[in-house]
């Protein structure tokens, strides 16, 4: 009986090393994927609820600004209201199709700081940035009151 007992403990330590173990190896490999962007993280300062991609909210601080993504999906959808992702080419700063946005528009710096490599993400105010100037996916269009 006395064996059983000790036989029992010893099986209680090693499931219990064990369960550590796989626990501290799960939190190591979690360290080195993306920012899984929960439903919380999506609460954007003018309104929006919606996630987009890996983009961050609050953003990266950068210079003045408090946070760059503070301007992304205004409940009024009335701007930055096209969520991007997938962004390929995150250096362009030349866009070439869309007259109602400046010619230079340096993106690259923000979508780096604030958003996951694995799949870039920014909210720009047009479809043809996201797709033409990005290289991105449109993944929605906000619409008032569905940002």
Known sequence: MHSNRI????LLL???TFGQASYASMKAAQADQP???QSEDCLW??????????????????GSRMDE???????????HMVCCVDIKN???????HDPSVAYRNPLSG???RNSHNSSYSWCTCSETI?????????????????T
Do not use: Y
């Open 110 to 112: 923000p979508i780096r």
């Open 7 to 10: 036989a029992s403990i010893a």
């Open 130 to 146: 996201c797709e033409k100037q990005l290289k991105g996916r449109v993944a929605w269009v906000g619409r008032p009151g569905n």
């Open 14 to 16: 090693l499931l219990a």
């Open 45 to 62: 300062p003018r309104g929006g609820r919606r996630c987009c991609g890996t983009l961050r909210s609050p953003g990266a601080s950068h």
């Open 35 to 37: 920012h899984e962007i």
């Open 90 to 96: 995150v250096d362009n700063e030349v866009n070439e």
């Open 69 to 79: 993504t503070d301007h992304c999906f205004p409940a009024s959808a009335s701007d």
